[in-house]
């Protein structure tokens, strides 16, 4: 599996949401059909709750996801306007080693 660190410059935020709006459909894929069971053959009672559940969920996290990065390009936006820097390499250098440390 890739791991791809990306960058945010200034307010645009690269394909992370588009990222994790596939990862999340696909996983929704994968997870749906495990609510099917013989035993509720003709109500399938627990595949209608995981049917509904399921995307409801997605839609929270991407909520909670993008919430998330608006609060990030704040910070970021915050230090380099308290640093001066307006240049994106010098200001993703600099918050890559603040967050290291």
Same mark, same amino acid.
């Given at each position: 599996?890739?791991? &791809? $660190? &990306? +960058?945010?410059?200034?307010?645009? #935020? %690269? ?5 994790? %709006?596939? #990862? ?15 035993? !509720? =053959?003709? @109500?399938?009672?627990? =595949?209608?709750?995981?049917?509904? #559940? +399921?995307? =409801?969920?997605?839609?929270?996290? &991407? ?6 990065? $608006?609060? !990030? ?8 306007? %308290? ?5 994106? !390499?010098?200001?993703?250098? +600099? @918050?890559?080693? =603040?967050?290291?440390?």
């Amino acid at each position: 599996m890739q791991l &791809s $660190v &990306s +960058c945010h410059y200034f307010g645009f #935020i %690269s394909t992370n949401p588009m990222n994790q %709006s596939f #990862i999340a459909y696909c996983t929704d894929n994968i997870l749906r059909p495990q609510f099917f069971f013989a035993r !509720e =053959a003709s @109500i399938y009672t627990s =595949a209608f709750l995981g049917i509904m #559940i +399921c995307p =409801a969920l997605g839609i929270l996290l &991407s909520l909670v996801f993008r919430f998330y990065l $608006v609060s !990030e390009n704040r910070r970021r936006n915050r230090f380099a306007n %308290s640093t001066g820097n307006t240049e994106p !390499e010098t200001i993703v250098l +600099c @918050i890559f080693r =603040a967050r290291q440390i």
